[in-house]
T-cell receptor
Framework: DAKTTQPNSMESNEEEPVHLPCNHS???????IHWYRQLPSQGPEYVIH???SNVNNRMASLAIAEDRKSSTLILHRATLRDAAVYYC??????????FGKGTRLSVIA | DTGVSQDPRHKITKRGQNVTFRCDPI?????LYWYRQTLGQGPEFLTY????????KSRLLSDRFSAERPKGSFSTLEIQRTEQGDSAMYLC???????????????FGPGTRLTVL
């Protein structure tokens, strides 16, 4: 499985945008880029995924570099409820997910 | 509540005892996954099923771990002769049939926290 690299932690002020980076330099052409997040004391939850083009949904936006070797999850307006561990994962489709340690996002009121 | 459910939510056992966890996936989800998560780490894949077929079990941590999904609905994960190192959160997830979409998100349950004394 191709690996991803994320910062261990990030901090954001409430109501400001947050850009969570992910490097995946060994990504293959058939790898999808997924983001999941895990709120305290809960199971992970899906955030967004993409292949080549940027993606938007009600939770976030995913910006994918042209060479696909990196991507950025964008939370447009962080709230206290967005404090969580965010995981960037590569997968070829409906296969088991390989989680790293993720980025722990703290949101300051 | 129509999400993935897991039972029990917490289990405390003594070393050497057997434990069994149950996962009820979202109705009509044909794929079911088991993961384990230790403190400070991301979830680690253990095994998964498509309907009643177990498609991957090489990642089960030892032969003390086994999983079943006999009728393609709920699943059980059993750990025999538990050890203190088995203490962790055990997560279950399900996803719908592939259909036309190449990717379907996994929906996770709240997990079962196991403590082995």
């Amino acid at each position: 499985d191709a690996k991803t690299t994320q910062p261990n932690s990030m901090e954001s002020n409430e109501e400001e945008p947050v850009h969570l980076p992910c490097n995946h330099s060994t990504i293959s052409g058939t790898d999808y880029i997924h983001w999941y997040r895990q709120l305290p004391s809960q199971g992970p939850e899906y955030v967004i995924h993409g292949l080549t083009s940027n993606v938007n949904n009600r939770m976030a936006s995913l910006a994918i570099a042209e060479d696909r070797k990196s991507s950025t999850l964008i939370l447009h307006r962080a709230t206290l409820r967005d404090a969580a561990v965010y995981y960037c994962i590569l997968s070829k489709g409906n296969t088991p997910l390989v989680f790293g340690k993720g980025t722990r996002l703290s949101v300051i009121a | 509540d129509t999400g993935v459910s897991q039972d029990p939510r917490h289990k405390i056992t003594k070393r050497g005892q057997n434990v069994t966890f149950r996962c009820d996936p979202i109705s009509e989800h044909n794929r079911l996954y088991w993961y384990r998560q230790t403190l400070g780490q991301g979830p680690e894949f253990l095994t998964y099923f498509q309907n009643e077929a177990q498609l991957e079990k090489s990642r089960l941590l030892s032969d003390r771990f086994s999983a079943e999904r006999p009728k393609g609905s709920f699943s059980t994960l059993e750990i025999q002769r538990t050890e203190q190192g088995d203490s962790a959160m055990y997560l279950c997830a399900s996803s719908p049939p592939s259909g036309i979409a190449p990717y379907n998100e996994q929906f996770f349950g709240p997990g079962t926290r196991l403590t082995v004394l």
